[in-house]
């Protein structure tokens, strides 16, 4: 993977080689941190790269910060401006991935959110495909469980519950998938190990609500919208079973990272005749025009760098 070339750090765009953290850091010993993750798309025909749904990652970031007890002084609109400085600092002309992340910054031991030094850091790579087979993915339900609201929120993207993330993912991949779904304590379907999940069963389309110990993801409200408004789709939140999904039509994840993503195997069943189905398809076209600020009824999304 390429490294950043620059970085927002300590208020200052410099260097990627010179912002470094102590190996005493508080959010690297003990996980109090929170980050976004935004994609930025190179659009050919208008030499550009548009920011997808800056504002909307911000106001989740800010969020996240809220639950770990953050304060950066920040609202969503001057970390989108920090964004635009970074970007007009360190040119891509190409797709790339976004990162902010805030962190508990004191050098220091002792478990605790109270009383101690927030710092904030922003950077930018080149970032292709996250999961390869992106039409045909074959999924597992992991034996890991998600984390629950009581023990670490999943509604915020806190840098200590991607622990939970990493396991599920790691075993799903050394038993041979792409990735895995993960239940929730009640054994109801949550998410992926970092991706949010839809279904296709009667007709309808379902997605698990926000209670159900996902990550509110920004990919799954603009996929809400974009069936209900362009395919006429009932979008339905509502808990799912775990065998709902061996028996419904079609299941596609989302993510900033994964984009839509069709599954079309979930422990070795395929899923529903095995081939990607037309709604997952026709989603994935309207999703890749969006994102590259190619529709403009969607056009308030894409943040022109
Ligand atoms: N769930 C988890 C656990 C994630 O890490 C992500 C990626 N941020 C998502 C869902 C999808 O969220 P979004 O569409 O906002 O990227």
Redesign the pocket.
Same mark, same amino acid.
């Given at each position: 993977m390429d490294l950043p070339r620059y970085a927002y750090f300590h208020g200052k765009i410099i260097p990627y080689s010179e912002a470094k953290i102590g190996v005493a850091t508080h959010g690297l010993n003990y996980g109090t941190g929170v980050f976004g @993750?935004i994609r930025g798309y190179w659009n050919e025909e208008k030499k550009k790269v548009y920011v997808f749904r800056p504002l909307d990652h911000f106001r989740r970031f800010l969020n996240s910060c809220r639950l770990m007890c953050i304060d950066l002084d920040q609202t969503p609109e001057s970390l989108t401006q920090i964004l635009l400085d970074l970007l007009h600092s360190d040119v891509y002309q190409q797709d790339i991935y976004i990162r902010p992340l805030a962190y508990k910054a004191d050098e220091s031991i002792g478990v605790k959110l109270h009383g101690l030094i927030d710092d904030f850091t922003m950077f930018a790579i080149p970032f292709g495909m996250y999961i390869k087979n992106d039409t045909s993915a074959h999924f597992t339900v992991s034996s890991w469980r998600r984390v629950d609201d009581n023990m670490i929120p &999943?509604r915020g993207?806190i840098t200590g519950a991607y622990a939970n993330?990493a396991l599920i993912k790691t075993d799903a991949v050394r038993a041979g998938f792409d990735d895995a779904l993960v239940l929730t304590q009640e054994g109801h379907i949550s998410?992926g190990s970092?991706?949010?999940i839809f279904m296709m069963r009667n007709g309808s389309l379902i997605t698990p609500p926000a209670t159900e110990n #996902?990550?509110e @993801? #920004? !990919?799954?409200r603009t996929i809400i919208e974009l069936a209900e408004n362009e395919l006429h789709l009932k979008v339905v939140e509502r808990p799912i079973d775990r065998t709902e999904i061996y028996i419904c039509d079609e299941i596609f994840m !989302? @993510?900033? &990272?994964v984009q839509v993503t069709v599954v079309t195997q979930i422990d070795h069943r395929p899923v529903g005749n095995g081939v990607m189905g037309p709604v997952a398809g026709e989603l994935r076209r309207l999703f890749a025009d969006v994102v590259r600020a190619k529709n403009p009824r969607y056009a308030h999304w894409n943040l022109e760098i």
């Amino acid at each position: 993977m390429d490294l950043p070339r620059y970085a927002y750090f300590h208020g200052k765009i410099i260097p990627y080689s010179e912002a470094k953290i102590g190996v005493a850091t508080h959010g690297l010993n003990y996980g109090t941190g929170v980050f976004g @993750g935004i994609r930025g798309y190179w659009n050919e025909e208008k030499k550009k790269v548009y920011v997808f749904r800056p504002l909307d990652h911000f106001r989740r970031f800010l969020n996240s910060c809220r639950l770990m007890c953050i304060d950066l002084d920040q609202t969503p609109e001057s970390l989108t401006q920090i964004l635009l400085d970074l970007l007009h600092s360190d040119v891509y002309q190409q797709d790339i991935y976004i990162r902010p992340l805030a962190y508990k910054a004191d050098e220091s031991i002792g478990v605790k959110l109270h009383g101690l030094i927030d710092d904030f850091t922003m950077f930018a790579i080149p970032f292709g495909m996250y999961i390869k087979n992106d039409t045909s993915a074959h999924f597992t339900v992991s034996s890991w469980r998600r984390v629950d609201d009581n023990m670490i929120p &999943a509604r915020g993207k806190i840098t200590g519950a991607y622990a939970n993330s990493a396991l599920i993912k790691t075993d799903a991949v050394r038993a041979g998938f792409d990735d895995a779904l993960v239940l929730t304590q009640e054994g109801h379907i949550s998410e992926g190990s970092a991706m949010n999940i839809f279904m296709m069963r009667n007709g309808s389309l379902i997605t698990p609500p926000a209670t159900e110990n #996902i990550l509110e @993801g #920004i !990919t799954r409200r603009t996929i809400i919208e974009l069936a209900e408004n362009e395919l006429h789709l009932k979008v339905v939140e509502r808990p799912i079973d775990r065998t709902e999904i061996y028996i419904c039509d079609e299941i596609f994840m !989302t @993510g900033t &990272a994964v984009q839509v993503t069709v599954v079309t195997q979930i422990d070795h069943r395929p899923v529903g005749n095995g081939v990607m189905g037309p709604v997952a398809g026709e989603l994935r076209r309207l999703f890749a025009d969006v994102v590259r600020a190619k529709n403009p009824r969607y056009a308030h999304w894409n943040l022109e760098i």
